[in-house]
């Protein structure tokens, strides 16, 4: 059984101008990080002209589908019918998202089914962690 889970998701960019450009992104779940979900932006994308991946709750991107979640550097809320927007917030400045909420509620399922939703803990290979964690400081 596969470890990972990826989708890819049209994502729009909000601008000020009034067409928002389409941008391919990609969700990951990887269920040896059990809490943690990244978004991945492609180089032609980003203001740096490099590949940006933002790594956040699973909890998060659940709950933004209800309404507004998160006070840091990622937020997510509903937006209209059928989209979400994920505000990503860096020191360079802030980038606006919309996804399709549907495409979000069906990669949400695919990671629950991996991984159920209370049942994290269980992936997690403290042993290993803290082995390396220890021989790093040595």
């Keep these: ?10 994502a ?3 601008a000020a ?3 928002m450009p389409t941008i ?17 932006f492609p180089a032609p994308a980003t203001l740096e002209g490099v590949e940006v991946c933002w790594t956040f709750s699973r909890e998060l991107l659940a709950a933004g589908l209800q309404g507004p979640e998160g006070h ?10 059928g989209r979400t927007v994920l505000e990503f917030h860096a ?3 802030t980038a606006l998202v919309h996804v399709r909420s549907g495409e979000i ?3 949400l399922k695919a990671t629950r089914d991996l991984v159920p939703v209370g049942r994290e803990h269980l992936q997690m290979d403290l042993d290993d962690g803290l082995a390396r964690l ?4 040595c």
């Design 1 to 10: 059984m596969s470890t990972v889970i990826e989708q890819a998701v049209e």
């Design 24 to 40: 391919p992104a990609k969700l990951r779940y990887d269920r040896r990080d059990p809490f943690a979900i990244r978004m991945t």
């Design 134 to 137: 220890m021989r790093d400081a």
């Design 91 to 93: 020191p360079e400045g």
């Design 17 to 19: 101008a009034p067409r």
């Design 72 to 81: 840091g550097d990622v937020r997510v809320r509903p937006y209209g019918y």
């Design 105 to 107: 509620r069906e990669f």
């Design 12 to 14: 729009r960019l909000v």
